[in-house]
């Protein structure tokens, strides 16, 4: 796996943007699955940099793997943050409009709904979070 490592501020979301597209750029990708996969690395990241260290500085690990046969990526996003697991909370009523609907929630649920599989780890105080998505299925 490659790696990056930042610290977590909003203002490093571009580099991570760009590692992503570093790690795609010898691949044929389908489009949609790409914007997908940009999405959801951006909602992963906003988050911790939101809520892993409250007032405090820390960093951000990004891993990503590009695995053919199916074409797949595998991002982990680490970080050593107030142990949280995004997946335990129950996914948004979309149904609602927009003044009945509680505020949060939203971020993960679109990860969940544009990604193959995302699943969560808590292991020697790092939440780690691991997003996978195939990349020419559709």
Not at 9 to 32: A, C, H, P, R, T
Not at 72 to 93: A, H, R
Not at 100 to 111: A, P, Q
């Given at each position: 796996?490659n790696?990056?490592?930042?610290?977590?501020?909003?203002?490093?979301?571009?580099?991570?943007?760009d590692f992503?597209?570093d790690?795609?750029?010898?691949?044929?990708?389908?489009m949609?699955?790409?914007?997908?996969?940009?999405?959801?690395?951006?909602?992963?990241?906003?988050?911790?940099?939101?809520?892993a260290?409250?007032?405090?500085?820390?960093e951000?690990?990004?891993?990503?793997?590009v695995?053919?046969?199916p074409?797949?990526?595998?991002?982990?996003?680490?970080?050593?943050?107030?142990?949280?697991?995004?997946?335990?909370?129950?996914?948004?009523?979309i149904?609602l409009?927009a003044?009945?609907?509680?505020?949060?929630?939203l971020g993960?649920?679109?990860?969940?709904?544009?990604?193959?599989?995302i699943?969560?780890?808590?292991?020697?105080?790092k939440?780690i979070?691991?997003?996978?998505?195939?990349?020419?299925?559709?």
């Amino acid at each position: 796996m490659n790696k990056l490592t930042v610290p977590a501020k909003i203002e490093n979301l571009q580099k991570v943007m760009d590692f992503l597209g570093d790690q795609l750029d010898s691949v044929d990708y389908v489009m949609k699955a790409r914007l997908q996969l940009e999405l959801s690395i951006e909602e992963a990241y906003v988050n911790i940099v939101n809520y892993a260290y409250g007032l405090e500085e820390g960093e951000v690990i990004i891993c990503c793997n590009v695995g053919e046969s199916p074409l797949k990526v595998t991002m982990q996003f680490i970080d050593y943050g107030k142990q949280y697991n995004p997946l335990e909370n129950e996914d948004p009523d979309i149904s609602l409009n927009a003044e009945e609907k509680e505020i949060g929630g939203l971020g993960i649920f679109l990860i969940k709904k544009n990604v193959d599989d995302i699943s969560y780890r808590y292991c020697d105080g790092k939440n780690i979070l691991t997003i996978q998505k195939k990349l020419n299925d559709f």
